[in-house]
């Protein structure tokens, strides 16, 4: 960089005295060492290439000082003054009131920023501050019948803070908490006015009030202590499983007949809205109009206030569609937590409330329905630990296994590039979104498959594909590499984090997160 600027020799300087001509010497003739003497406030970011040139930052201070400034004190003086009014007894103070606050017109500046891309949820960020202020902050004690004011003036402070913005959800602002702390003891000088005169110019008390400052503030925030500041519930920002709804399917009553000859053979197909997990099924009842199931399933719930049961009834067909003889919705809400409710639901063409014809009658559907949410204690743990528990409900033995799709990478097809992931384990096939036009997808999308034992021997089958938006191609749907993942190292670690090479693909991998939760 040094030579750089020897090259440009856009700058000069002069060697004077007062009784000679000052003497020009060209930049570029000048050696490292003058130069460093020239510059001796070289930004970060041109001394290290980590760290990067964040200007539009600095800007944005500057012009959004004046409300910033007003906004951070009303929020220091809220947060002060409750600590203030507890601490004062102790010390026979009567009050301590802020006469003046305000942090001047000279906003701090940034020096540059270092960015750190890891395979977690999350973003970390260590940005370099330094701040000359000019703020006036004047405070009024008063005690034992006086009266002293105490100005602090000539502010400055330098700091290299790490910001940590994680988990990262998928609700604005994207990002659930905010963890902050100081990677070295920062600097901090000021001076401290009373009646008129500076302390800080006492002799040995400028030098102890330094290292005080600088030692309670390392205690609190020096890495790896940190400051935490919640900005959503992560419960609500990730859409995290919530509770279980435990359905029984137990019969059927005076169904329609379907089949021109014979009766009806019925099933019945159930999930739950605003989810992407597959579809439950009953056996099939043959030629029985009656029938009974008695059959029994949980599924993962994520919103009790918004999802709904869906029931479809269908008549099996050995050969080309399979009628649907009716359906229903049951809203979760309606469900008191814990209490097993029986419920029988009269079969409907469809959910269109001004379709004349549900006025027929199809039939009815008896369920037994008991949502079951997770403890307050298990959902108020943090929730980006990876070692979460599985609901109580789980299997005996068993467990919930977790599969989250982060990103793919250099997944390129012949033909069109629109990928999403499947997955595959023990028949049942999940689908991520597809991302249009994309070599370096990212879905952060998860999946959960509760499980009677642990998969010790089961392989989990993820497959990148593509398709493609135009009607009529050749090759509407291509594979861009596949992995098969043995599930053992999970069940043993309970997680890992790992990225995958890609099979049939060049140089395609995959970010594939595995939890094993179980119950104990």
């Avoid at 200007?55 to 007003?70: A, H, I, Q, S, T």
């Avoid at 004190?73 to 003054?81: D, S």
Wanted: with cysteine; hydrophobic share 40%; proline share 7%.
């Amino acid at each position: 960089m040094l030579d750089k600027l020897r090259h440009k020799s856009c700058i000069s300087f002069s060697n004077c005295s007062l009784d000679q001509n000052p003497v020009i010497r060209p930049l570029a003739e000048q050696d490292s060492q003058s130069l460093q003497r020239l510059l001796h406030e070289i930004p970060l970011w041109v001394k290290n290439p980590d760290y990067d040139r964040i200007d539009w930052l600095n800007k944005f201070l500057e012009v959004m000082w004046p409300f910033l400034d007003k906004a951070i004190c009303k929020t220091a003086k809220n947060i002060a003054n409750p600590i203030i009014a507890e601490q004062i007894p102790k010390y026979k103070i009567e009050s301590v009131e802020f006469e003046e606050l305000t942090l001047g017109s000279l906003p701090p500046t940034f020096q540059g920023m270092k960015v750190f891309v890891t395979e977690e949820k999350e973003l970390i960020m260590e940005p370099t501050l330094k701040w000359a202020g000019n703020p006036n902050v004047t405070l009024v004690i008063k005690a034992f019948g006086l009266k002293a004011t105490v100005q602090v003036v000539d502010l400055q402070i330098f700091a290299q803070p790490r910001i940590t913005l994680k988990p990262l959800v998928p609700s604005f602002p994207c990002f659930a908490k905010i963890v902050v702390s100081l990677m070295e003891k920062p600097h901090v000088d000021f001076g401290l006015n009373v009646v008129g005169a500076d302390l800080m110019s006492i002799p040995g008390l400028y030098t102890f009030v330094q290292e005080l400052i600088k030692d309670q503030v390392a205690n609190m925030y020096l890495w790896p202590k940190t400051l935490e500041v919640e900005i959503l519930d992560p419960t609500k920002a990730m859409k995290r499983p919530v509770g279980i709804l435990h359905v029984k399917v137990l019969r059927a009553m005076k169904l329609r007949k379907k089949d021109l000859l014979g009766a009806s053979d019925p099933y019945v197909k159930l999930k739950i809205t605003e989810s992407k997990a597959p579809s439950k099924k009953t056996a099939v009842k043959h030629k029985n109009l009656n029938p009974e199931w008695n059959e029994e399933f949980s599924i993962v719930v994520k919103d009790p206030e918004s999802q709904a049961l869906e029931l479809i009834v269908y008549d099996w067909e050995q050969v080309g569609k399979h009628d649907k003889m009716g359906t229903n919705v049951v809203p979760l809400k309606e469900l008191t937590p814990y209490e097993p409710k029986v419920m029988t639901l009269d079969l409907l063409k469809n959910l269109n409330q001004n379709d004349a014809q549900d006025d027929k009658f199809r039939g009815q559907l008896v369920l037994e329905l008991t949502y079951k949410p997770f403890k307050e204690d298990d959902m108020s743990k943090d929730l980006d630990n990876p070692l979460q528990k599985a609901p109580e409900e789980t299997p005996p033995g068993g467990g919930v296994l977790v599969v989250v799709v982060h990103e793919a990478q250099d997944v390129e097809g012949k033909h069109h590039n629109n990928p999403y992931v499947r997955i595959i384990f023990k028949g049942e096939e999940r689908k991520t979104k597809h991302v249009k036009k994309n070599r370096d997808p990212r879905w952060e999308e998860e999946f959960t498959f509760m499980l009677e034992e642990p998969p010790l021997k089961e392989k989990l089958h993820v497959e990148v594909l593509s398709t493609s938006t135009r009607i009529g191609l050749l090759h509407p749907k291509e594979t861009l590499g596949y992995v098969n993942i043995s599930l053992a190292d999970v069940v043993n670690n309970k997680r890992i984090n790992e990225k995958y090479h890609l099979i049939d693909s060049k140089n395609g991998k995959i970010q594939i997160e595995l939890q094993w939760r179980t119950s104990s």
